[in-house]
């Protein structure tokens, strides 16, 4: 089944430091990769994906994540925190082999970006 | 702007009546939509796949007689959480699957109270 692990339940930053969120994934066949981030009491926002391509994906709001297939991992990453970066992330990964089926989440990770 | 709309974001309901929760593909015709329930700090639990013109596709454990999905149309899938109780209280975020771009988006979510 296919499945994402965050191993990491909050990241503390300071404004201005690079950030990292880790995810690690478990698929079988081509894995299809999402990040999304919430805001408190808000739906999800869709950040960046991985289908296929380069390893470097670019998103929005300056993130950009890294497909690493000899680790599985797809981890976050923004060269300069701002304090409004501050929310849960999520990694997630589609259950099937393509993009029109359900996503499956990690548990979250709530990143704190600290003035 | 918003591509997937919910409404209403807050609802409060009375224990055994029904409350009906909407989302909206804004800009594109969406075949396929999902519901999810988040709990409080938690992760977002996949409830159902919502397929125009056909029955929902229920996950285990989710009584498909107590939320009810309809996908009428290409835009709008609707869940129904029929005999409310409080422990039905909860995050309710819908997501449709944008063919163009292979993304999925997230709605708003909506805020469910039982009393």
């Known amino acids: 089944a296919q499945s994402v692990a965050q191993p990491e339940d909050q990241v503390n930053v300071a404004e201005g430091n690079p950030l990292t969120v880790k995810c690690t994934y478990s698929v079988s066949g081509n894995p299809y990769l999402f990040w999304y981030v919430q805001y408190p009491n808000r739906g999800l926002q869709f950040l960046l994906k991985y289908i296929t391509g380069d390893n470097l994906v670019k998103g929005s709001y300056g993130f950009e994540a890294e497909f690493n297939k000899s680790q599985t991992s797809f981890h976050l990453k923004k060269p300069s925190a701002l304090v409004s970066d501050s929310a849960l992330y999520f990694c997630a990964v589609t259950r099937g082999s393509s993009g029109n089926t359900p996503l499956v989440f990690g548990k979250g990770t709530r990143l704190s970006v600290i003035a | 702007g918003a591509v997937v709309s919910q409404h209403p974001s807050r609802v409060i309901c009375k224990s055994g009546t029904s409350v009906k929760i909407e989302c909206r593909s804004l800009?594109?015709?969406?075949?396929?939509m999902f519901w999810y329930r988040q709990f409080p700090k938690k992760s977002l639990m996949l409830m159902a796949t919502?397929?125009?013109?056909?029955?929902?596709?229920?996950e285990q454990g989710v009584e498909k007689d107590k939320f009810l999905i309809n996908h009428a149309s290409l835009t709008l899938s609707t869940l129904t959480v029929t005999s409310a109780h409080p422990e039905d209280s909860s995050f309710y975020i819908c997501s449709a699957w944008r063919a163009s771009g292979n993304t999925i988006y997230f709605g708003e979510g909506s805020w469910l109270t039982v009393v």
């Open positions: 800009d594109f015709q969406a075949t396929t």
């Open positions: 919502s397929n125009e013109g056909s029955k929902a596709t229920y």
